[in-house]
């Protein structure tokens, strides 16, 4: 009987292979253009601004275009290597509520729902994932809520569900760069009974005894909460006025929440602002995202069919059977150089019946996470690549570092994510990243000991992400912030 050779021979050969093919096919490079680490943008919106701001999209009386600013923005009297760490330490704590939500989804057997600090009970808590304290306030917007409208920060998160921000009268609220919102002051203003269909979205939902209000709390695993009553509000984007969001209106608020008065959240699930409007916008909404250091401009977020662009290539969205909120997409492997990378192939970003694995997409996640294995090799087939440039020490989770000092530009190796029926070409800025302000930049992946991959916002800089949520699909269009 003749012997196959094992899957650890096989994974060596491959290996070798790339590195002959490295040494002896010419590799697709790119420039380059080193940018420093970037200063926070001012803020110049005004309640007039929010309501005339166009962008370069156009009007669509069924579409709406908003502006995004990095949660920087808020962040006052600080350097820039002030801020880059400690969007590093949010990155670590998101990434951790993330995963540790996922396994904990995963592990769940029905008897109850999963609570936010990832441990499986019977508990007063609703269907989001993430928080501002643990990164997920990377983008915001503004917008009017009520009627007449106030206007506000909101973060926007494609991994959490539940719109909520804080309300009068506050048992507890923390610092916010506008007045907290007084529902008293709002014609449209509705508590949500607690017998309602709409209440029982809620995983586990409270209810007031003497005033028969659903109640809603959302926890964090860093024990940050907001706990109020549910319920329905008019928001109003540039003039656009949407009725009847459900959302949760916090008088208890309790964390270093940065700034903002609340959350829209984007995710998947049945409470999420594009699952509630998809009657007006038809479930349909894209962002791109600036490169900071490269570009003065302010990011962009369309609801709407105007949000399907037509340069944008489509990988199906898959679906986790523990756990809706997320975005979970196929991705088979990566090329860098103009190879495709050995020892990374779909078996290793699977997600599998029990809701473990799987790779998704998420805007508060700043530096893509790949399981161990894929890292690795990827990793050190762009050290293959780039042996150009000069090493420079390991920076915080960044193992893979280079000395640009004094230099303007410079050619690195292509990197390409290959998804089910779509490549994502990245530009060099993508993923070599300034990490101080002398002149070191670092491979901007990580790798994580989870099943689970996360496609972070770096690597998104540049493109249009398509959510097509009617379509079940997730598109990319390249240089798409014009």
Not at 85 to 91: E, I, T, V
Not at 134 to 154: A, D, H, K
Not at 446 to 465: C, D, E, M, P, Y
Request: hydrophobic fraction near 35%.
């Amino acid at each position: 009987m003749e012997a196959k050779p094992s899957n650890a021979l096989l994974f060596c050969l491959s290996t070798v292979l790339f590195f002959y093919t490295a040494l002896c096919t010419p590799p697709e490079y790119q420039t380059l253009v080193i940018n420093p680490l970037p200063l926070p943008s001012a803020l110049s919106w005004t309640e007039s601004d929010s309501e005339t701001e166009t962008t370069t999209l156009g009007r669509d009386p069924d579409s709406v275009n908003l502006q995004l600013h990095h949660i920087d923005a808020l962040s006052f009297n600080s350097t820039p290597q002030d801020l880059f760490n400690l969007r590093l330490q949010r990155d670590a704590s998101r990434v951790k509520s993330i995963t540790s939500l996922a396994a904990a989804a995963a592990a769940a057997e029905g008897g109850g729902a999963v609570n936010r600090s990832g441990v499986r009970g019977k508990g007063f808590s609703s269907s989001v994932i993430s928080g501002l304290a643990q990164g997920s306030g990377e983008y915001f917007t503004r917008l009017g809520v009520g009627t007449p409208p106030r206007y506000v920060y909101m973060v926007l998160d494609t991994g959490s569900d539940v719109v909520w921000l804080q309300c009068a009268p506050c048992k507890k609220c923390y610092s916010q760069a506008d007045a907290i919102f007084d529902p008293s002051k709002s014609k449209s203003f509705a508590r949500v009974p607690c017998r309602s269909l709409l209440c029982r979205k809620l995983d586990t939902p409270g209810c007031s005894s003497r005033t028969q209000t659903c109640l809603y709390q959302v926890s964090y695993g860093d024990g940050s909460f907001t706990v109020g009553e549910f319920s329905t509000e008019t928001l109003t984007f540039r003039g656009s006025s949407v009725g009847g969001v459900a959302l949760g209106c916090g008088h208890d608020n309790e964390g270093l929440f940065v700034g903002a008065a609340g959350l829209l959240g984007l995710g998947r699930g049945r409470l999420s602002f594009p699952s509630q409007t998809g009657d007006q916008f038809g479930r349909k909404f894209s962002y791109c995202l600036v490169d900071r250091s490269a570009s003065s401009r302010p990011s962009s977020m369309v609801f709407g069919d105007a949000a399907i662009s037509q340069a944008a290539r489509f990988t199906p969205l898959l679906s986790n059977p523990k756990l809706d909120t997320f975005y979970y997409v196929e991705l088979l492997g990566f090329s860098i150089g103009g190879t495709r990378v050995p020892g990374i192939t779909a078996s290793l970003f699977k997600l599998d019946p029990t809701g473990e694995g799987g790779v998704i997409i998420d805007s508060g996640t700043s530096v893509t996470r790949l399981t161990a294995p894929a890292y690795t090799a990827l990793r050190n087939a762009f050290r293959v690549r780039a042996s150009n440039l000069k090493p420079a020490a390991e920076f915080s989770l960044f193992d893979t570092c280079y000395d640009l000092t004094g230099i303007k530009e410079v050619k690195v190796p292509t990197v390409v994510l290959h998804f089910r029926g779509a490549d994502m070409s990245l530009p060099a800025s993508n993923y070599l990243i300034p990490v101080d302000t002398s002149g070191t930049f670092c491979f901007a992946f990580a790798g994580t000991t989870s099943g689970l991959s996360i496609i972070g916002n770096i690597q998104q800089q540049s493109f249009r992400v398509v959510y097509d949520l009617a379509g079940s699909r997730v598109g990319f269009s390249p240089r798409g912030c014009a």
